[in-house]
T-cell receptor
Framework: DQQVKQNSPSLSVQEGRISILNCDYTNSMFDYFLWYKKYPAEGPTFLISISSIKDKNEDGRFTVFLNKSAKHLSLHIVPSQPGDSAVYFCAASEGGTYKYIFGTGTRLKVLA | KAGVTQTPRYLIKTRGQQVTLSCSPISGHRSVSWYQQTPGQGLQFLFEYFSETQRNKGNFPGRFSGRQFSNSRSEMNVSTLELGDSALYLC????????????FGEGSWLTVV
């Protein structure tokens, strides 16, 4: 039972263009969402979060959009840089459960 | 501010042995959670502790256990190791553990042979 899904295992984008990473979830009780970037042999690095009371959150080149009716969130990276090449995970949490459910990740490759 | 520290970083164990992994959270963080990442899988939740109390546990067998100390440091233990336990074990800490961002350590790479 995969409650959080990242249906695109990989994505390639040209440097300077927009990268859009998608994440779908099934549990309508999820109320907090996170995005992480992970390089090989390192722990995940927090990028940006969004609470279910918002539909957008921005931090520099990173913007997360939440569509609660569609149970969908997306991470936009503009402009994409070669250093953004990594695996990106979305995660969701239901308040009071103290745990996050992670997607299986999308490998982003930014081409110079 | 120091990040989440996990030790050891790499270890190799034999089937049937047991292993203990350690995690020191970010200073001031009282919630510590553990996740397992295996090849091709996302991160799977193991358990979460706050003020020495386990508040939630994932769907792992009883061979996986953990604890938290009064200084918020945490350990996880895996007994009777199986080949399938080979994975990256990640510890994360947060200030409250509820609707808060969790910050990960570098992980402990466990190989079971």
């Amino acid at each position: 039972d995969q409650q959080v899904k990242q249906n695109s295992p990989s994505l390639s984008v040209q440097e300077g263009r927009i990268s859009i990473l998608n994440c779908d979830y099934t549990n309508s009780m999820f109320d907090y969402f996170l995005w992480y970037k992970k390089y090989p042999a390192e722990g995940p690095t927090f990028l940006i979060s969004i609470s279910s009371i918002k539909d957008k959150n921005e931090d520099g080149r990173f913007t997360v959009f939440l569509n609660k009716s569609a149970k969908h969130l997306s991470l936009h990276i503009v402009p994409s840089q070669p250093g953004d090449s990594a695996v990106y995970f979305c995660a969701a949490s239901e308040g009071g459960t103290y745990k996050y459910i992670f997607g299986t990740g999308t490998r982003l490759k930014v081409l110079a | 501010k120091a990040g989440v520290t996990q030790t050891p970083r790499y270890l190799i164990k034999t089937r049937g042995q047991q292993v203990t992994l350690s995690c020191s959270p970010i200073s001031g963080h009282r919630s510590v959670s553990w996740y397992q990442q295996t090849p091709g899988q996302g991160l799977q939740f193991l358990f979460e502790y706050f003020s020495e109390t386990q508040r939630n546990k994932g769907n792992f067998p009883g061979r996986f256990s953990g604890r938290q100390f009064s200084n918020s440091r945490s350990e996880m233990n895996v007994s009777t190791l199986e080949l399938g336990d080979s994975a990256l074990y990640l510890c994360a800490s947060s200030a409250q553990g509820f609707g808060n961002t969790i910050y990960f350590g570098e992980g402990s790479w466990l190989t079971v042979v």
